[in-house]
């Protein structure tokens, strides 16, 4: 692998997606009047989750909120700007939980990666929505060259999270790269363990153990002296 992460983590799979306020079922909010431009961009939220960005439609959108279409225009200009605005939204949560998990949770670094780790994983298993809009962001990207540029800036940021948090544990920058690598992958992988029905609570603890103690906590036992 190379030292740079850049190219590397393109392509993977959220880590600790920042979580997006859930939409109000539809019947609750039948006036048009009542709705803000927030209403519309759950509303969106959600039918990526479900069906992708191809089914992020106004006329659906309005059909779910209960509400004509001409009320959307109240609040975006068109279905661009929706979509504009989704992304920037998401972009700004993720910004925002990467500089909280910048913050070291504890004195420990590898309690800290620790916790990291728990609670990345906290976030398998039956509520996935995070995840599967990450998902449909990534095919969206695999078309619009700025959704692509957008998630990659995201994945670089993730990587520097995790190989500064490695880089407590050892001083060597290519090892903590190297180290935050293999996490991001062990983190993909749980998650899709996690993802499959019936997932039970036992698999989400067996992970977090043999992550531990497989790729954290060796980290902080130095190397056994070579004979001379």
């Given at each position: 692998?190379?030292?740079?992460?850049?190219?590397?983590?393109?392509?993977?799979?959220?880590?600790?997606?920042?979580?997006?306020?859930?939409?109000?079922?539809?019947?609750?909010?039948?006036?048009?009047?009542?709705?803000?431009?927030?209403?519309?961009?759950?509303?969106?939220?959600?039918a990526a989750v479900e069906h992708g960005f191809d089914g992020v439609r106004v006329l659906v959108l309005a059909d779910t909120l209960g509400v004509?279409?001409?009320?959307?225009?109240?609040?975006?200009k068109d279905h661009a700007e929706l979509i504009?605005?989704?992304?920037?939204?998401?972009r700004a949560a993720e910004a925002a939980s990467n500089q909280r998990l910048q913050q070291p949770a504890s004195a420990d670094p590898v309690?800290?990666?620790?916790q990291l780790l728990d609670a990345a994983l906290?976030?398998?298993?039956?509520?996935?929505?995070?995840?599967?809009?990450?998902?449909?962001?990534?095919g969206l990207g695999r078309r619009d060259p700025a959704v692509a540029a957008m998630l990659l800036e995201v994945d670089q940021?993730?990587?520097?999270?995790?190989?500064?948090?490695?880089?407590?544990?050892?001083?060597?920058?290519?090892?903590?790269?190297?180290?935050?690598?293999?996490?991001?992958?062990?983190?993909?992988?749980?998650?899709?363990a996690l993802s499959r029905p019936q997932a039970a609570h036992p698999t989400k603890q067996y992970l977090t153990e043999i992550i531990g103690r497989y790729l954290i906590q060796p980290q902080?036992?130095?190397?056994?002296?070579?004979?001379?």
């Open positions: 692998m190379r030292d740079n992460p850049q190219g590397f983590s393109k392509n993977f799979i959220p880590m600790v997606p920042a979580p997006h306020p859930s939409p109000t079922p539809a019947p609750q909010r039948a006036n048009a009047a009542r709705l803000n431009r927030d209403d519309w961009l759950d509303a969106a939220f959600e004509t279409r001409g009320s959307f225009y109240w609040h975006f504009a605005a989704l992304l920037q939204r998401w309690q800290d990666l620790e906290a976030h398998g298993g039956t509520d996935l929505s995070n995840m599967r809009f990450e998902l449909a962001l990534r940021a993730r990587m520097a999270l995790f190989a500064g948090k490695f880089a407590r544990i050892t001083p060597d920058t290519k090892t903590a790269i190297d180290l935050a690598a293999l996490f991001y992958l062990a983190i993909v992988g749980s998650f899709q902080a036992t130095p190397p056994a002296p070579q004979p001379a």
